[in-house]
């Protein structure tokens, strides 16, 4: 199975990286305002780091795309 999240989230402060909650099997790409960020996975947390820091008061997308084996 294949499957795609996007969220809407605002940056309560700056932002060089971001962390999210994940408990899926496979993280197939991380994307943040369209375009492809790094990611790592520690436990179960992704690790986000995109292209260009966030400012404090900034809203931006974050589109995570997994996989999954039924």
């Given at each position: 199975?294949?499957?795609?999240?996007?969220?809407?989230?605002?940056?309560?402060q700056?932002?060089?990286?971001?962390?999210?909650?994940?408990?899926?099997?496979?993280?197939?790409?991380?994307?943040?305002?369209?375009?492809?960020?790094?990611?790592?996975?520690?436990?179960?947390?992704?690790v986000?780091?995109?292209?260009?820091?966030?400012?404090?008061?900034?809203?931006?997308l974050?589109?995570?795309?997994?996989?999954?084996?039924?």
């Amino acid at each position: 199975m294949d499957g795609t999240v996007t969220m809407v989230a605002k940056a309560t402060q700056s932002l060089s990286r971001f962390d999210l909650d994940f408990a899926g099997q496979s993280v197939g790409g991380v994307s943040v305002d369209g375009k492809a960020a790094a990611f790592r996975r520690v436990g179960e947390d992704i690790v986000i780091t995109p292209r260009s820091p966030i400012r404090k008061g900034d809203t931006f997308l974050v589109t995570t795309r997994y996989v999954a084996v039924p």
